[in-house]
């Protein structure tokens, strides 16, 4: 008995990972852009899966299934505005590309099939691989409801000789067969936005509404309210509303270009980076603030005399954020602060730096793979559109970088 348990304790060691289930960086899988081309990579294999360079207009996605791969590019000859974007998808087992549609945009994936919903010309579509549906007019926003079985989709507000009229929200239900659809029958006005909201300190006119996400649960929806663009760059507002449209809540002013509200894996916990100005204003009211949903009790992570670039959740009381020094704006990069990660407990007072960058670079976009049980970021200076994925533990250990000259990129998640 004891050979036979030594035997089989030897078998065991000399099994590779692979074949135990490895949770490492073998299970990393990631597109993204680098010098024009689209790649992907896996584990330590990189492989270009373009052949001609192009201008990539959104950040990959991945299928639920991870078989697809979804990207927008800019068309070789533009003959017009409105066709300047083509649809693409990428089998990765087949290895081969097919144009779903010329002329649109913003497209995502269904949550539990291959169906691809995108707007063209404020039109929105729903294509099966093959052939595409009309599923509404007047589109400005959407997403997917968790179930697949519908889409919430805005509208903006339009300018008319009396003033701005307000953004609607609607739900699209979709029939079995995309066929029987016609542009209305199946659309629910859900809610409709006031035209002016803030949160008591600030307040903003209400034009788009933006970047829907359901809680874990489906009970609730986060979204964006933007103001006319240039305003939308120093202010906008982070708002909820019930799935049934009952109970809408604006929850605080934030700005675009930062990072986007996100809910936490398996709680109604709602994270994002509260504060109005654009950084050239400086680096400073960046509040990184956690909101457990319907209670609406609202935390603050972020320690005085730090502001937040961008954050991600590892799991329903862990997160990651990307940190500076409060700082104000310097036309010099050297001088302007560089962010590094931190680790943060929601119920602890302590709070830990994982990484170390020079002073001159910094620690961007941070994401936590569960599966792998790897924390990846960007490292890179705030001014450059591209930089260096980084790789390593939970607790910034082992860490590695895992691709070079990276623009935009998107991590295949289970």
């Known amino acids: 008995m004891r050979k036979l348990f030594l035997l089989l304790w030897c078998f065991l060691l000399i099994i590779p990972s692979a074949a135990r289930g ?15 081309y689209l790649w992907l990579k896996t584990g330590n294999i990189e492989e270009k899966i373009t052949a001609e360079p192009a201008k990539f207009n959104n950040t990959p996605k991945w299928s639920y299934d991870g078989q697809w791969l979804l990207y ?112 209305t029958d199946y659309v629910e006005p859900l809610f409709t936005i006031p035209k002016e909201i803030g949160n008591g300190k600030a307040s903003i006119m209400s034009i788009n509404a933006t970047t829907f996400k359901f809680s874990p649960d489906g009970k609730w929806i986060s979204f964006i309210v933007n103001p006319t663009a240039s305003w939308s760059m120093d202010s906008d507002m982070v708002c909820v509303i019930s799935a049934n449209g009952k109970n809408f809540e604006v929850l605080d002013e934030m700005i675009l270009h930062l990072d986007v509200p996100k809910w936490a894996p398996g709680r109604n916990l709602l994270g994002y980076i509260a504060g109005g100005g654009r950084i050239v204003m400086g680096f400073k009211n960046k509040k990184l603030k956690v909101t457990e949903l319907p209670a609406f009790k609202t935390m603050n992570l972020t320690p005085a005399k730090s502001a937040e670039m961008g954050f991600t959740w590892v799991d329903n009381e862990r997160l990651v954020a990307s940190r500076v020094d409060e700082s104000e704006w310097s036309n010099d990069p050297q001088r302007r602060p560089e962010p590094t990660l931190c680790l943060i407990q929601l119920y602890k007072t302590q709070q830990t730096r994982i990484t170390y960058p020079k002073q001159t670079i910094g620690d961007y976009e941070p994401l936590y793979i569960k599966d792998a049980r790897k924390l990846i970021w960007v490292r890179k200076k705030l001014a450059q559109e591209k930089g260096d994925l980084w790789i390593a533990d939970l607790n910034g250990k082992n860490a590695k970088m895992w691709a070079k000259d990276v623009e935009q990129y998107s991590f295949y998640v289970k």
């Open 22 to 36: 490895d949770t490492g960086e073998n299970n990393v899988q990631a597109a993204f852009i680098r010098n024009g």
């Open 72 to 183: 927008e590019k800019e068309a070789k000859e533009l003959h017009s505005i409105e066709n300047s974007t083509e649809i693409w998808v990428y089998n990765v087992k087949a290895k081969k590309h097919k144009k779903i549609f010329q002329g649109g945009g913003n497209a995502k994936w269904a949550p539990s099939d291959n169906n691809i919903a995108f707007t063209s010309n404020c039109v929105l579509n729903i294509s099966d691989l093959k052939e595409f549906h009309n599923v509404a007019l007047g589109v400005d926003d959407f997403n997917w409801y968790p179930d697949g079985k519908g889409l919430i989709v805005s509208s903006s507000a339009v300018l008319r000789p009396d003033g701005w009229t307000s953004p609607i929200l609607y739900k699209v239900r979709l029939p079995k067969g995309l066929e029987k659809l016609n542009l």
